[in-house]
């Protein structure tokens, strides 16, 4: 009985640090007037920071103008902690408004890990890409850590494959969450 309660407790146990952890994020709505710790990255469209023209969650959210450079990604970025072999999973609800469409341009959320010194990329995994007009929905995307990070960043993206890009979409309601490494 004593042995049963004993297996009992450590399947509890284990069950306990193998369960996915929010990671709690800064302002994942959008709300807050300060923009910080959310920053800007990259050179293919015009950012714009808690707009009110359109939200999944809340009043505002971000909005982005596929406006400038060709074959290049641009977005709102947020940094965290990790350690290798952790599992991160996030995901951000995106839309692109019928009345301007995103042509020759993609929208995805972006995870990143980050490490080394000098501190740089190591990995990346992107969602599935979303182009034209759509409605809110949630995108998201899951990677392993790989050796040597120390930070991931949760990046809202567009990318401009080819001249004559334009539309805008509209990012909210960020998450971000992570598994630590398996003991078993
Ligand atoms: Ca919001």
Redesign the pocket.
């Known amino acids: 009985m004593k042995r049963a309660f004993l297996f009992f407790m450590l399947a509890v146990f284990i069950m306990a640090i193998s369960d996915a952890a929010e990671v709690s994020l800064v302002n994942p709505?959008?709300?807050a007037d300060a923009q910080e710790p959310w920053y800007w990255w990259g050179d293919a469209g015009t950012g714009a920071y808690g707009v009110s023209e359109s939200?999944?969650?809340?009043?505002?959210?971000i909005k982005i103008v596929a406006d400038k450079g060709d074959y290049v990604p641009m977005g709102l970025l947020q940094d965290f902690d990790c350690s290798p072999e952790e599992e991160v999973t996030i995901s951000a609800w995106i839309m692109s408004p019928e009345s301007s469409p995103l042509t020759n341009s993609d929208a995805f959320v972006r995870l990143e890990f980050w490490g080394g010194e000098p501190f740089n990329i190591i990995k990346s995994y992107e969602s599935p890409h979303l182009t034209g007009t759509f409605n809110w929905m949630n995108s998201t995307i899951s990677g392993k850590a790989p050796e040597g990070t120390t930070k991931a960043k949760i990046g809202l993206f567009i990318w401009n494959p080819g001249t004559d890009h334009s539309g805008a979409v509209y990012f909210?309601?960020t998450k971000a969450s992570k598994t630590g490494p398996a003991l078993f």
């Open positions: 709505g959008l709300e939200s999944h969650e809340g009043k505002k959210s909210d309601d």
